[in-house]
C-alpha cells in the first residue's frame, strides 16, 4: 500500500477531524474514539516514514564521508595496509571522543592497536593478576 502524498494526508486528516467533531458534537463517541485511532494511526505512519529518510540521509552521509576519508588516505600515497591501518585509526579515536562528550566513566583501551584481539588478551591478563594478588 503505497502512503499518501503529505498535501493528501493533510487533507485526510482534517476530514477526519471534522467527522470527530461532528461525532462528539451528536454524543457518538464510539465514532469518535475510532476517528482518534485514525488519525493518531496516520500521524504514527507519518513520522516513521519521515524517520526512515533521516536514517537512509544519514547512512548516506556516513557511505560518502568513508569514501572521501578513503580517497584522502590513497592520495597520501600510502600502501593498502598502511591506509587501512590509518582509517581503522582515525575511526577508533572518533569513537573515543564520542565516549568522551557523553561523559563515559569507563573505558577499556588496548595497550596496542593491533586488532580487536589485543583487548581481550588484555583483559585475561588483568583477570589473572588480579587472581594472583588475591
Do not use: C
Amino acid at each position: 500500500m503505497a502512503m499518501p502524498q503529505r498535501d493528501d494526508t493533510i487533507e485526510e486528516i482534517k476530514r477526519l477531524d471534522a467527522l470527530l467533531e461532528y461525532a462528539v458534537m451528536h454524543g457518538d463517541e464510539a465514532e469518535a474514539e475510532r476517528q482518534r485511532t485514525v488519525v493518531a494511526a496516520q500521524a504514527k505512519a507519518e513520522a516513521m516514514e519521515a524517520e526512515g529518510h533521516g536514517i537512509a540521509s544519514q547512512r548516506l552521509a556516513i557511505a560518502q564521508g568513508i569514501r572521501e576519508s578513503i580517497d584522502v588516505i590513497q592520495g597520501a600515497e600510502l600502501d593498502a595496509e598502511e591506509a587501512n591501518r590509518l582509517f581503522e585509526f582515525t575511526q577508533w579515536v572518533g569513537m573515543m571522543e564520542e565516549f568522551a562528550k557523553r561523559g563515559a566513566h569507563t573505558v577499556v583501551l588496548p595497550s596496542e592497536f593491533s586488532g580487536n584481539d589485543a583487548v581481550l588478551r588484555d583483559l585475561l591478563v588483568a583477570d589473572a593478576a588480579r587472581k594472583v594478588d588475591e
